[in-house]
């Protein structure tokens, strides 16, 4: 029996080979997209899909050419919000096509192939101990959707991210320096600390083919979502949480995050209403949270600009 040592390159496996392979047809297929955008967080339930659909409905609304790629495999929420849950998907002219959203959005999620009522699950070949495959299992399968979809010519692809810090930056490895992150909070105290590591372990990073130097994934900024919210009645925006003298930009017991602040955005139970009925942005009435999207996105374009 050998151990890992004894093996020499690949083992004989052509595992290098079909590495190599599938990245070349990655590139081939997002080669027309101009912007990669993972909008991730590091803390579940700030909003982050919510956010993903809302800016990209904006953005289509200024005419780019959009495309979502749900990679939350295991609780994606995309294919119900963007209306697209019991697609089907065909062949397209070189690649599969995607199902689009009423506003012409492109969207892949796992939860347009696999019922709600069901997990997603992946074949291990040691029993008990599944765990030890499932990231390589889930990042095979992002790879594989990324070179098998028809993305086309795009003005951003956007990502929308699983939880959690570490995997954050797992997505920044795979999916490249090309890509630009948006990390997502909540005027929290606990939900700043989360994305403050998730910052800061995207800007620990660092690229071995380029003398070590730090952070070669772009942090565009943040969002503070949640921020009041939206009270119809009164029309006016008010506290959701309580007062908190955290900011990412102040000398607190928090982490100094020194990236800029693309806007925040008040909760509006109209706009998570939408959200289960997989209603467009365009259907938005104009409201301080409309406009506060509004107001991301534009930061969102300038910072890519």
């Known amino acids: 029996m050998k151990g890992y040592h004894d093996i020499v390159g690949d083992g004989g496996s052509r595992i290098l080979e079909q590495v190599a392979e599938k990245q070349n047809r990655i590139?081939?297929?997002?080669?027309?997209?101009r912007h990669l955008v993972a909008v991730g967080s590091g803390k579940g339930g700030v909003g982050k899909s919510t956010l993903t659909l809302h800016l990209a409905g904006a953005l289509r609304e200024r005419g780019l050419r959009i495309a979502i790629l749900d990679a939350d495999f295991n609780g994606p929420?995309?294919?119900r919000m963007a209306g697209v849950q019991d697609a089907v998907f065909v062949p397209g002219q070189h690649r599969m096509a995607l199902p689009r959203t009423v506003n012409g959005i492109a969207v892949f999620s796992m939860g347009s192939l696999v019922p709600e009522s069901k997990a997603l699950d992946f074949d291990s070949a040691a029993h008990g101990d599944s765990h030890t495959w499932?990231?390589?299992k889930e990042f095979a399968l992002l790879g594989e959707i990324l070179a098998s979809s028809e993305w086309g010519e795009l003005d951003l692809l956007m990502f929308d991210l699983p939880p959690?810090?570490?995997r954050t930056v797992q997505y920044a490895d795979f999916l490249g320096p090309r890509t630009s992150f948006v990390l997502v909070t909540i005027p929290s105290e606990v939900s700043r600390g989360v994305v403050a590591r998730s910052a800061a372990a995207l800007l620990a990073r660092r690229s071995?083919?380029?003398g070590g130097a730090k952070g070669p994934n772009r942090i565009l900024g943040y969002v503070e979502n949640m921020s009041g919210y939206f009270c119809r009645d009164c029309n006016a925006v008010k506290p959701l949480f309580p007062p908190s003298r955290n900011r990412f930009n102040e000398a607190d017991s928090q982490p100094t995050l020194e990236i800029p602040c693309l806007g925040t955005v008040p909760f509006d139970p109209e706009l998570a209403r939408h959200c289960d009925r997989g209603m467009p942005f365009a259907a938005l009435p104009d409201t301080p949270v409309r406009r506060a999207l509004d107001h991301v996105t534009q930061n969102l374009l300038d910072s890519l600009s």
């Not at 590139?27 to 997209?33: H, Q, T």
Request: hydrophobic share 40%.
């Open 77 to 79: 929420s995309q294919a």
């Open 208 to 210: 071995p083919g380029d």
């Open 164 to 166: 959690g810090a570490d």
């Open 27 to 33: 590139a081939d297929g997002l080669a027309a997209v």
């Open 134 to 136: 499932r990231a390589t």
